[in-house]
């Protein structure tokens, strides 16, 4: 069956970077994405990567898709304390390109030093 | 342009007791779903559907059922609600998967 993993903690100073890893199972996935959830909040789509790229970039964030190796990252450039927070790493399911719902990791905690 | 709207934020039933989950969207989404949230396991999926009329079990159905009457509504019911169901409930909605899903803000039940 699908199962996304991430570790579950990650510190870094204020002003670094911040790489968070993830890996996946499906090799049918579709798309790929990242979801910030604050405290007390839903959860918030920061970015996606379809399965035929490598790559994306958007402002601060950089996700790298590693397809041999089933592995996706997010990069966060200069780090605030604003950028605390759960991130979660999902994936498409199934046969259905997304329509049938998401698989998500764990979710990494995010701790920002200063 | 609401987004996601769930109803109610905060719940406390008792043991055996039934209640009803709201959800509504107006972006005109196809796909909705919902999802628990449990600590240290991340969010999965209870029931999902792609359009009015046609719904499907996710990873986590058991104790739980949906309906889709209408595009805007998807109600998750907890038919004899137990402590294991205790739990933070996301719903989502989505108008095709390559946009992602957009998640209400949740309702946090507490069974005791």
């Known amino acids: 069956g699908e199962d996304v993993e991430q570790s579950l903690f990650l510190s870094v100073r204020e002003g670094d970077s911040s790489v968070i890893n993830c890996t996946y199972t499906?090799?049918?996935?579709?798309?790929l994405y990242w979801y910030k959830q604050e405290p007390g909040a839903g959860l918030q789509l920061l970015t996606y990567?379809?399965?035929?790229?490598d790559m994306k970039q958007d402002q601060r964030l950089t996700v790298l898709l590693n397809k041999k190796d089933k592995h996706l990252s997010l990069r966060i450039a200069d780090t605030q304390t604003g950028d605390s927070a759960i991130y979660f790493c999902?994936?498409?399911?199934?046969?259905?390109?997304?329509?049938?719902?998401?698989?998500f990791g764990k979710g990494t905690h995010l701790i920002i030093q200063p | 342009n609401a987004g996601v709207t769930q109803t109610p934020k905060f719940q406390v039933l008792k043991t055996g007791q039934s209640m009803t989950l709201q959800c509504a969207q107006d972006?005109?989404?196809?796909?909705m779903s919902w999802y628990r949230q449990d600590p240290g396991m991340g969010l999965r999926l209870i029931h999902y559907?792609?359009?009015?009329?046609?719904?499907d079990q996710g990873e986590v159905p058991n104790g739980y059922n949906v309906s889709r009457s209408t595009t805007e509504d998807f109600p998750l019911r907890l038919l004899s609600a137990a402590p294991s169901q205790t739990s933070v409930y996301f719903c989502?909605?989505?108008?095709?998967?390559?946009?992602?899903?957009?998640f209400g803000s949740g309702t946090r039940l507490t069974v005791v």
């Open positions: 989502a909605s989505s108008y095709y998967s390559f946009y992602g899903y957009t």
């Open positions: 499906d090799s049918s996935s579709t798309y």
């Open positions: 990567i379809f399965s035929n790229m």
């Open positions: 999902a994936e498409s399911t199934g046969s259905g390109g997304g329509a049938d719902g998401l698989t």
């Open positions: 972006m005109n989404h196809e796909y």
């Open positions: 559907s792609v359009g009015a009329g046609i719904t």
